[in-house]
């Protein structure tokens, strides 16, 4: 990461997040000012408590210095719990508010997105790199500002007391800037590297402990116990390397200082003998020097957190920077839909790697009509069925609802008038009643129960633990896959859309699950334009029409006895399915 690049994304932090809290800040930055004027202060009062107050005997002297001391050190305490509280609460705030603009830009993203960043690399820079760069900012705001003010006001204060010694201190900038420096660029790589380290291997842990049943029964567990060895070495190596190069950078700098301290010791002495320097002077211009020390090693760790920080943000709006494909057109209306038909016309898909889902793909579905579409894995039926929520745009050609393209509608209204039921039915580790809610947040609990009654649920859930209040755990670990698919067959129901998507719908079911749940779809299905992909082709023979795909393209289409008369593509996989 360049300079440059460094440059930007601190500007893009402090301007696009900073201006929010000015208030709080200009209260954190007066109490950091006062903070640094009482650190520097009380090294400039050792001067007189040690000339006055102790070699020249004067105790009023002495205890004027003494009071002095006392109440800064009162008022240091209580301006720097304001400037902590404050700073750290800006920080955290402005880190919150890059996780929400963050979730809300991963809500809108299509499904092209998310088929090219797996699911737990986008959770890993959601919580692992957000985490480095909350740690990043409450640290410059609590303590990088703090620390170069008091640096500031103490160098003020040795350059008062003796401007030949101070003059000699910098000898320490020069080589511990070389150190911060070439740190600080190895730290951005490492910590980078380290980053994306992290997020393959929430991705490995993803992929085996959520197929484990797969694992075990293909007995893959040394495999994947060397994936995993292989990606935790990798974490581990580093993360070792930048603790080395935090481990390296501060005693480096403690120890330059030292000699630096040393050799000044050297010169103040022969000042002091020479009466150009009282022990006074010398005793204020070293207690600064030592005071000054932790601000500078903080400075110098503040630079590796900074690096840790600015490598997570870059992660991060790289996310936030990834165009939105799928987004409302200016002037965008409502969709109205009065009857529910659905024409495709001349539509072409080709994904973003150049491949050609679908090829001028035209056809309509009446109002109430129910077309299927069948034919073998890869020919783009679900590729076609995602084009009418606009999960995806097409290259060429247009969808229409009632006359009206789907792309010129606004993206909320089309949504809201479609439902949606998959092979891979989303239960959420929340109540039934919620779970079948989500299809109308609004509903009441006599919707949902007669919803449930609808599509064949009530039973079993009435026989749940708590029924309808009954917690299903992750992805619905506690309720059958026959199970699973009645509450989004219910949740459907309550959602009320005149349009309906099923996606193989009954694909993974066993043969008694498969009727209950097909006779929940008859409900479903009635009244509504349906648009069926069908991997059992018995599910389908009452459809109005079928059409059979075929790399892309509609191939044929009829009812059922049409197309088994016409003895091609349809018929052939009715055989084969018959004789399996």
Excluded at 377 to 398: C, E, M, Q, V, W
Aim: charged share 20%; proline share 3%; hydrophobic share 45%.
């Amino acid at each position: 990461m360049t300079s440059d690049k460094s440059t930007y994304l601190l500007k893009r932090l402090l301007g696009g997040y900073l201006p929010a809290h000015k208030v709080k800040l200009a209260v954190a930055l007066l109490s950091m000012l006062v903070v640094a004027a009482c650190t520097s202060l009380t090294a400039y009062y050792i001067q007189p408590l040690f000339d006055t107050g102790l070699i020249d005997r004067k105790i009023g002297v002495l205890n004027t210095i003494i009071g002095a001391l006392l109440g800064l050190t009162i008022i240091k305490g209580i301006a720097y719990y304001y400037q902590g509280y404050y700073m750290e609460y800006i920080g955290q705030r402005m880190v919150a508010d890059v996780q929400q603009d963050l979730y809300r830009k991963l809500l809108v993203q299509d499904l092209a997105f998310y088929q090219n960043n797996p699911t737990a690399s986008l959770i890993s820079r959601f919580v692992s790199d957000l985490q480095r760069l909350k740690m990043c900012i409450t640290q410059i705001f609590s303590s990088g500002l703090r620390d170069t003010a008091i640096i500031i006001g103490l160098m003020g204060n040795m350059i008062y007391q003796n401007w030949q010694l101070t003059l000699l201190t910098f000898f320490i900038f020069p080589p511990t800037a070389v150190v911060i420096a070439r740190s600080g660029k190895l730290m951005r790589k490492y910590s980078r590297t380290n980053q994306e380290s992290i997020g393959f291997l929430s991705h490995l842990l993803n992929q085996t402990l959520g197929h484990i049943r797969q694992v075990q029964s293909f007995t893959m567990e040394l495999s994947e116990q060397k994936r995993i060895n292989t990606a935790v070495d990798k974490v581990f190596y580093t993360s070792a390397k930048a603790g080395q190069i935090r481990a390296f950078s501060s005693p480096v700098v403690e120890i330059i200082g030292t000699i630096v301290v040393g050799v000044m010791m050297f010169y103040a002495g022969m000042q002091i003998r020479e009466g150009s320097l009282t022990p006074g002077a010398f005793a204020s211009f070293m207690a600064s020097l030592v005071i000054i020390i932790r601000p500078i090693k903080g400075l110098t760790s503040l630079n590796h957190i900074l690096q840790e920080g600015l490598a997570a943000a870059h992660r991060t709006f790289s996310v936030m920077d990834t165009p939105t494909r799928i987004v409302n057109q200016p002037n965008a209306k409502p969709l109205k839909i009065t009857k529910g038909t659905v024409s495709f016309n001349e539509v072409t898909v080709i994904y973003p790697d150049e491949t050609v889902a679908l090829t001028d793909v035209s056809f309509d579905i009446k109002p109430g009509q129910t077309v299927a579409l069948v034919g073998a894995s890869g020919a783009g039926k679900s590729t076609l069925l995602n084009l009418i929520p606009r999960f995806y745009d097409p290259a060429h050609g247009k969808i229409c609802i009632d006359g009206q393209d789907i792309k010129a509608a606004n993206l909320t209204s089309l949504r809201q008038q479609i439902s949606l039921v998959s092979q891979d039915v989303a239960i959420f580790d929340d109540t039934v009643s919620a779970n079948i809610a989500y299809g109308d947040p609004k509903a009441s609990k006599k919707d949902i129960i007669a919803a449930a009654k609808m599509a064949a649920a009530d039973e079993f859930i009435q026989d749940l633990p708590q029924g309808y209040d009954t917690i299903l755990g992750e992805n619905g670990v506690k309720i059958s896959g026959g199970q699973k698919q009645r509450i989004a067959i219910a949740r459907a129901l309550v959602k009320n859309a005149p349009v309906l998507l099923l996606d193989e719908a009954t694909s993974s079911l066993d043969t008694e699950s498969e009727r209950q749940v097909q006779q929940a779809l008859e409900k479903l299905m009635k009244g509504r334009t349906t648009l069926v992909i069908a991997h059992r082709l018995s599910t389908i023979v009452n459809a109005d029409i079928i059409h059979v795909l075929d790399n892309g393209k509609v191939r044929e289409s009829g009812t059922h006895e049409e197309l088994l008369a016409k003895g091609s593509l349809y018929a052939m996989l009715w055989n084969m399915q018959s004789k399996s």
